[in-house]
């Protein structure tokens, strides 16, 4: 947090905020108009922030900004951790556009009101974890010291989806293009700055609002969290323990196509509800090794099985048996092996070519096709990798072969419902952290580590703030 720690307390917030009135943000986009409405809340704090703006490489500086005031149901947090998240490589090196993913994630994304994000002055991150320093009038489910996770997915509890059970896929996690985007602070010359998708993450200070915090009740040093609490570690847990997209079934088959911190995860979450065979696949070596430390029961390297890499996981699916009138398990002829009864895709398109070993497809898409045919007839596929261009498979397979699949934003997970239980997981020693943080940063160091993400040579990187 560097030399400005001043804490804010809730009574001067709100006595400052009452004649501050109609000095706060007026959220003009649509679908978001609800988001601030009442008097503002003064904080005047400045704050340290990762800030991209133009195209190219250095696009993204650390910045001393000021925060503006706060109103409505806003929430400031104080950073105490956060993800380097891959799918953000693009946005925050300037490496490349990056792939039509959600929303203000992109680093050339246009909203609704022909806002290009280039122009403007973005916080980068898109999720942490911290301690609430501040929230508008509105505010109901944090309190001023509350640590929060800042979810990558927010949660409004009203909309057509939440009520449905399906919060993972909130229909505010798509009011986050630029038009939709709300001033929160302003740099020394007073250019407005946003926070990206409402979140923000890389910065002293988050500034968000109320859909987006879920409380935790925890010990747990920042790093622990962090990382269980990261985009895609909720993303891997929630595809294998929430059951909101596929269930797991315990003596089950699971196979994880790639291993970064989200296939790591999804290992760990087959591990945890219970599956006896965890087949985990990645051209590199060290994640191939680590994803048998966490859990997996078995390793492929794609690179090496090439072709046969589907036949090698349906070989190892098939349980102790194939007598078809003794319960054993194969494809009833048509296909080599079982086929696994749950099958996680987390590998995705590369930003740049690995320093480390490459996969053999840097689009993402074969190892898409070939997690649907690692299906078993009645299996499920959870995808999660951000991929660009347009997936082919067998048609008749697709038709008929009994496999369902769901596009899994946030791996179906319901932050307010299971955020808790996987800081639960942590506390329990289910979910393992520390194998997966295979690099910790200052605020000040974040580049450099975001490099090591870009070209694979960590695993995870936290921020620490
Ligand atoms: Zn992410
Ligand atoms: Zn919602």
Known sequence: MGTTKSRISRRRLLKQGAAAAAAGAALAAPGTAALAQAPAVITGRTFRAWISRGAGRGRTTLQEVRLRPITGRQVVVRTEACNLCYSNVGAVLGLQPAPPASGGTSAASVGLAGVNANDMALMQGHGGVGV???????????????????????????????????ADICQLLGRNLPGDLVPVADLRDGTPVYSNSHIGGLAELMVTFEEWVVPVITKATPTDLGMVLSCV???????TTTGTLAVVPPGGTVAVVGCGPLGLSAVQGARIAGASTIIAIDPIRTRRELALKVGATHILDPNVEGAKLIERVRGLSGGPTTRAWSGGRDSG????????????????????????EGGPDPTGILPMQQAYEMCSAGGHLVTTGLVRG????????????????????????????????????????????????????????????????????????????
Do not use: W
Request: aromatic fraction near 6%; proline fraction near 4%; charged fraction near 20%.
């Open 132 to 166: 609430v320093e501040a929230i508008g009038p509105e505010v109901r489910r944090v309190q001023v010291g509350d640590r929060v996770c800042v979810s990558g997915t927010p949660q409004c509890g009203s909309c057509y989806h939440c009520l449905r059970g399906r």
């Open 390 to 465: 347009t997936i082919a498979l067998p048609a008749f397979l697709f038709a008929i072969g009994g496999i369902s699949h769901s596009g899994g934003q946030a791996g179906g997970a319901n932050p307010m419902r299971d955020i808790p239980r996987f800081v639960e997981m942590l506390h329990k020693g289910q979910y393992d952290t520390k194998s997966l943080v295979t690099r910790v940063v200052s605020l000040e160091d974040m580049i450099g580590a975001y490099e090591e993400v870009a070209y694979r040579t960590t695993v995870t990187a936290i921020m620490t703030a």
């Open 233 to 239: 570690s909720v993303a891997g847990l929630g595809a």
């Open 333 to 356: 002829g048509r296909r080599s092996g079982a086929g696994a009864d749950v099958v996680v895709e987390a590998a995705g398109a590369e930003f740049v070519r690995p320093k480390l």
